[in-house]
């Protein structure tokens, strides 16, 4: 996901800022009575917040695929069928809908970056405990409603967490740091899959028997996480809080501007990317969703190995992102990576479709195609849009992106209680067509147009405009031209007598002289 920043980043060397301005209250302490985990100047004390950084998003993750880790659990002890099930993910889909266009004005000019990081961590927890609540006291309307309040948080605390990263970095140390982000994102979301089951089989087992009791108790636990990154919140507001105080340094902003007005702008190619976006992830967000029960159902599996290779795509996606983003940044040729992840993603559901292939295979493809095209896609945005549209392009991506999963979530549900698994598999793949043709129009407006989609990272390169040093001395000679012109312009009758006066020392008063820089003699001759 272009990045801007507002003030000054933390990235740059020491020598480039002062550590301690006199107006703060640490000028009574020297710089070396600050250690470098302590000095927010320093590479060490970026790499701690850093970390907090990481764990931030940690418990939204976490907790955002409790569902699938859960998925037979919730069914059963819920008494739900695959459509209701498939709700929890509809919900919290909804309100970011609206707030993927809010959430970055709400950081910016209402709450802050530090006050809205906590007050969106809140929601997670908060929405987190009332969707365990509901699953207590055997009420799936609540549950719903806990799914919608941590949606509130869950989208915008990607938005925070994002500006954190470009307040405190920048340059080529900010994509390592969003790439570390992501990963610590896939990892919350693999350890969800990989526990969540074990954790409700040994409340089950002190409890005694399964039921919602056992699962609201479960999902309880997973809150943990949500809390734990509350306490990140909270530390980084405090060091961010400190940093700019003893550095002088500015509260991070996004740098988004939403208009609405400009969509009437969007050309053709960016509805494409828009359309490339919904088909391709509501074909692998909801699968996901549903996968563990797939699994068990048509390969056999115990509930632990299909809980394991649910979770193989974001196991993948985790350590290939940082590394495939690089290869797309060096190589360029971006609609070409977007049709190799849109084929394999093909590929890998047809497998899972027809064959009895081991599913190893297709999920590892898809795990790979996955993060593939999140690497090549996201960044066409900004090829297609001006810069001051930027926030708005973005903005209305995720809106209709969430719109899809919400849309789509609810009627793969459906499909599933009236026609099975092999008609749900033919519906993804189906999208995914859909994805491929939209590419494939991409592609030709593209070169018909003469975009620079298609480049070579080389081409791409020498297209972008290099200031030419001929030119900006033109410009400085031009400028100081005009600055001489201003100075011989014909003066009135009574600025050549001020000018008289000063320069025999004669005392004039202060309004005469702070408009008119002949009067620089007058020091001189006092």
Known sequence: MAEREQGRPLLEGEDDFEPYPSSSKYDICSEKQLSACCDPSRLLHRIVV???????GFGSYFCYDNPAALQTQIVQDMDLNTSMF????????????????????????????RLGTIIFSLFVCVGQVIFAAGAFFDAFWLMELGRFVFGIGGESLAVAQNTYAVSWFKGKELNLVFGLQLSMARLGSTVNMNIMGWIYFSIKGLVGSPGHITLGITLLIGCATCIFSLICALLLGYLDKRAEKILNKKQGETGEVIKLSDVKDFSISLWLIFIICVCYYVAVFPFIGLGQVFFIEKFSFSPEQARAINSIVYIISAPASPVLGFMVDRIGKNIIWVVCAVVTTLAAHMMLAFTFWNPWIAMSLLGISYSLLACALWPMVAFVVPEHQLGTAYGFMQSIQNLGLALISIAAGYILDDRGYLFLEVFFSACVCLALIAVVMLYFVDLLRGGDLNLSAKKRG??????????????????????????????????????????????LPDHYCSHLSSLSYRSVLK
């Open 462 to 507: 020498q297209l972008q405009p290099v200031p030419d040093a001929e030119t900006e001395q033109r410009e400085r000679l031009l400028q100081q031209n005009r600055e001489d012109q201003a100075r011989l312009r014909p003066m009135s009758a009574f600025r050549l007598r001020n000018r008289y006066l000063s320069r025999l020392g004669a005392q």
């Open 50 to 56: 850093l970390i907090f950084m990481c764990f931030l």
């Open 86 to 113: 498939m709700q929890l993910y509809a919900w919290y889909s909804w309100p970011n809908v609206v707030l993927c266009f809010l959430g970055g004005f709400l950081l910016d000019r209402v709450f802050g970056i």
